[in-house]
């Protein structure tokens, strides 16, 4: 008898973003940032170990307040995404409704730059495939902060003082998966469905960067 043993070779530290002190957005209905980060990196999760990709979770429970603790308890893990839900700057807020889309950053100061920058490519390349387009407006110097794109196509911009990326030893990739506070994405972006779609995405781009990797 043969025993099939599946190698678990690979890890990723999915981050749930913000905690429950301080959630994060509030979307257009009144929903906190931290419940939809919570619901999409559970999906997350799902999606990666259908792929026979290990997870460790960072911040489930919503106690993680020192963001430094989050890339140490992701120590040993071949990648780091943190996972949350966009906003716009406050003086946009009454015209949320005119911003959607996802947005990807990585960090420069990040020590593998290169294959974050794969890997924000790969899971934007999969999110458009599934049907969802980057937001854009931070690169905006009058909409969003500058933030230049490292991969425009793929809606990846680079955010080099973003604190989870710096400081995370490993490739890192924060996911804002779409601007909760415009009332349209807000609702779509509580379907289950929808949910499960961008989250097979996120899964399917880490497969793709990672298998690539040397
Ligand atoms: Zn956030």
Not at 54 to 61: A, L, Q
Not at 185 to 203: F, G, K, N, Q, T
């Amino acid at each position: 008898m043969t025993i099939a043993i599946t190698a678990l070779s690979q890890e990723v530290a999915v981050d749930v973003g913000h905690y429950a002190a301080e959630p994060g957005v509030i979307s257009a209905s009144g929903v906190p940032e931290f419940e939809f980060n919570l619901a999409l990196a559970l999906d997350v999760k799902a999606e990666l170990e259908k792929l026979q990709i290990k997870v460790r979770m960072i911040g489930e429970r919503g106690d993680y307040a020192v963001l430094l603790e989050r890339t140490r308890a992701a120590r040993g893990a071949d990648l780091f995404v943190s996972i949350h839900h966009d906003s716009v700057k406050e003086r946009l807020l009454p015209e949320a409704d005119r911003f959607s889309g996802f947005s990807l950053f990585i960090s420069k100061a990040n020590p593998k730059v290169e294959q974050s920058l794969a890997c924000a490519g790969a899971i934007g390349a999969r999110l458009r495939g599934a049907g969802f387009a980057p937001s854009r407006y931070h690169a905006d110097a009058a909409l969003g902060e500058s933030r230049p794109f490292a991969d425009e196509a793929n809606g990846v911009h680079y955010y080099d003082n973003l604190a989870v990326a710096r400081s995370a030893p490993m490739a890192s990739v924060l996911v804002e998966a779409g601007v909760i506070v415009n009332r349209e994405e807000d609702r779509r972006m509580l379907d289950p469905a929808v949910r499960r779609s961008i989250a097979a995405a996120v899964a399917g781009g880490v497969r793709d960067c990672l298998g690539n990797a040397p």
